[in-house]
């Protein structure tokens, strides 16, 4: 019985694999809740933005600091002649170290912690503003490389089809049943198709690049890659859901209503600011030469009250006052933005999935069996060169639109997402 042995091209081909597979190392395949984590940690204009969230928590420690005491160091009757022929420079000398702190009355470090305190919960609510907006840009990403994906795989299983076409003309011609220009005319049309992937192939790394660059990764584009559901669902809550998901969960309207507790806050804090506060002062002196032996040390106090005849803070007062109507003002412009920008997502919303039903259940198909039928005809001699290469235009541009339309739905989809403030449609 004679035994084979593997060839030494198929050894070498297998050592050449096992090679290639050691030095590149496998595509990186992400779900949208992997990208999504990732951006949240990497993504430097979102840290950069976080840390301004935390320089105004700094700010709370400032705001809430006492007054520092003041002390004073002073000399007074120094002699600067000889006395009696002797020279006694400190003999007269008094010496007064004085220590004075300023009280704050009506609760004004309270109010200032208070405003200090509501700018932080501003600032954060801005943040997650920010990061809703970029999340959005994020998502729009994703769903472009998912998109890419998608119409690349079209276009190489459509050239992988139109190839066995053209291997069956062939052999048609030399049968004698089709004549050379036909066999032309079918072989030029490829390459229309190859145009196609190279255009997907191009629109797939830009799609790529965008998302890398949210991420902040430097992975090279052959190496990574995202998956996820690329389809619609027909399922959609009520406008009056959607519109109260994003009052209660909208960032920059939380943002809003906060500035007006900050705004009223600061009212309290300059009409407190307004008031008179005392400087409290204490000294201690040596005089030797007092001509009370027993008075050579004194103690004495003092109270500092600034008489507020001109300047009792009415400007700001004013500015607070009118500040609180303003930023009133701004919550009704930003509680109106929210209802626009969630009926109009949710309008696009609605007329993509309007769209792409009949595409699911009837044109997807139909444009499948025309294309099938006329190429079997075709093959069979039925049907024109014309009505052939119809066939395949009008099957490729159903599939092409249904898969725009998707990636219109999901990037609506997005937009909704992005107007009630938080993920309702996945």
């Not at 190392?25 to 933005?49: C, G, H």
């Not at 048609?172 to 390459?191: P, S, W, Y």
């Amino acid at each position: 019985m004679k035994q084979s042995f593997p060839s030494r091209s198929a050894s070498a081909l297998a050592a050449l694999l096992l090679f290639s597979a050691v030095l590149c190392p496998a595509q990186q395949s992400l779900t949208w809740d992997q990208v999504k984590a990732r951006f949240e940690s990497a993504n430097p204009a979102l840290k950069a933005d976080a840390l301004g969230v935390d320089e105004s928590r700094a700010e709370e420690i400032t705001a809430f600091l006492r007054p520092n005491p003041q002390f004073t160091a002073s000399t007074d009757a120094t002699q600067i002649a000889p006395h009696a022929g002797v020279w006694q420079p400190l003999k007269g000398t008094d010496f007064v170290p004085t220590l004075s702190y300023l009280h704050e009355r009506e609760h004004k470090r309270e109010l200032r912690l208070e405003s200090a305190k509501e700018g932080t919960r501003i600032a954060a609510s801005d943040h997650e503003d920010l990061k809703r907006n970029l999340e959005f840009t994020l998502r729009e990403a994703f769903v472009n490389t998912l998109e890419a994906k998608a119409v690349l795989e079209l276009a190489q299983a459509d050239l992988a089809y139109y190839d066995k076409i053209i291997e069956i003309s062939r052999s048609r011609f030399k049968d004698g049943d089709i004549a050379q220009i036909d066999l032309d005319r079918i072989e030029l049309l490829r390459v229309q198709y190859e145009s196609e992937i190279q255009t997907a192939i191009v629109n797939l790394r830009t799609a790529k690049i965008q998302l890398l660059q949210l991420l902040n990764d430097r992975t090279p584009v052959e190496q990574f890659d995202v998956n996820g559901p690329f389809d619609f669902s027909d399922a959609l809550k009520p406008l009056d859901d959607f519109r109260q998901t994003a009052l209660d969960a909208r960032p920059d309207l939380q943002a809003a209503l906060q500035a007006i507790q900050q705004s009223q806050t600061n009212h309290k804090l300059a009409i407190s600011n307004g008031s008179t506060d005392p400087t409290f002062s204490g000294w201690y002196t040596y005089n030797s030469s007092n001509n009370n032996p027993d008075g050579i040390q004194t103690l004495g106090l003092s109270v500092s009250v600034p008489l507020r005849i001109f300047d009792h803070n009415q400007g700001e007062k004013q500015r607070t006052l009118i500040d609180i109507e303003k930023s009133q003002q701004t919550s009704e412009a930003t509680r109106a933005q929210v209802f626009s920008d969630v009926d109009s997502a949710y309008t696009e919303v609605e007329s993509n999935i309007a769209l792409l039903k009949p595409y699911k259940a009837q044109y997807k198909d139909q444009a499948t069996r025309v294309r099938d039928t006329v190429t079997y005809s075709y093959q069979h001699g039925g049907a024109s060169l014309m009505d052939f290469l119809n066939a395949q235009s009008e099957y490729r541009a159903v599939q092409l639109a249904y898969l725009q339309l998707i990636g219109a739905y999901l990037n609506a989809a997005g937009q909704l997402n992005l107007a009630v403030g938080r993920e309702v449609i996945q």
